[in-house]
């Protein structure tokens, strides 16, 4: 039992110190200059954290003027990170969507009324029985401008429903692609009861707030 006390003190010690880093290298993130992803072939890209990322990505791909949306992570302080990794909470990322859309028929405005529009704005560290900070709720900026529309349209929210809007918002550093098994998820396994009971609602829920965006198939 006399060894064992030290050893558990020391195991403490560690955690706490390992949490002290993490919990800084975080704030590093959170505080840092953005990085501006340069439009290429015409296609521009914006990055969502809301919840599940098969949720999202299919939410996103129902909107006219988005190319494609990618399931990946972001927002953390880890480099490389796992599905596994990211769901211990412990390396800051959250699950998120890489949108890669057409300026010319979506603008980045808009793309932020579908975030609002597709989920639970109060809800804190996750999207409904998700929970947990890897499926917390981030908007992440380029720059400037794209800073001050995201403040605003949450500013405006926030007054318009009289609550608290969970939403983060970060400085964009880098997007990490989810493994190949989570891209596309919702289209590939229609049949999942993950799919039938939460990603098919919360589509529906968004499209009847937003029918006047959805693409002509959806």
Request: some cysteine; hydrophobic content about 35%.
């Amino acid at each position: 039992m006399k060894k064992l006390i030290p050893l558990v003190l020391l195991t403490l010690i560690f955690n706490c110190k390992n949490q002290a880093q993490n919990n800084e290298e975080q704030l590093a993130v959170i505080n840092a200059e953005p990085i501006e992803v340069p439009i290429k072939n015409g296609k521009a890209r914006a990055y969502f954290a809301s919840g599940c990322f098969w949720c999202v990505e299919a939410i996103y791909e129902s909107v006219k003027g988005v190319e494609e949306s990618i399931s990946g992570y972001s927002g953390g302080h880890t480099n490389n990170p796992t599905y596994e990794a990211s769901n211990t909470g412990r390396t800051g990322h959250a699950e998120a969507v890489e949108i890669i859309y057409d300026p010319k028929v979506v603008s980045f405005e808009t793309l932020i009324d579908v975030y609002f529009a597709s989920q639970n704005v109060t809800q804190v560290n996750g999207q409904g029985n998700d929970r947990g900070s890897q499926y917390r709720s981030i908007i992440f900026y380029q720059n400037e401008k794209q800073k001050n529309i995201i403040l605003g349209k949450k500013d405006a929210l926030a007054k318009k429903l009289g609550v608290k809007i969970a939403a983060e918002v970060y400085p964009f550093q880098k997007f990490w692609v989810a493994e190949d098994y989570h891209q596309d998820y919702e289209k590939k396994h229609p049949n999942h009861p993950y799919i039938q009971n939460v990603s098919i609602p919360r589509l529906n829920r968004f499209k009847a707030k937003m029918p006047e965006v959805l693409k002509e198939s959806h």
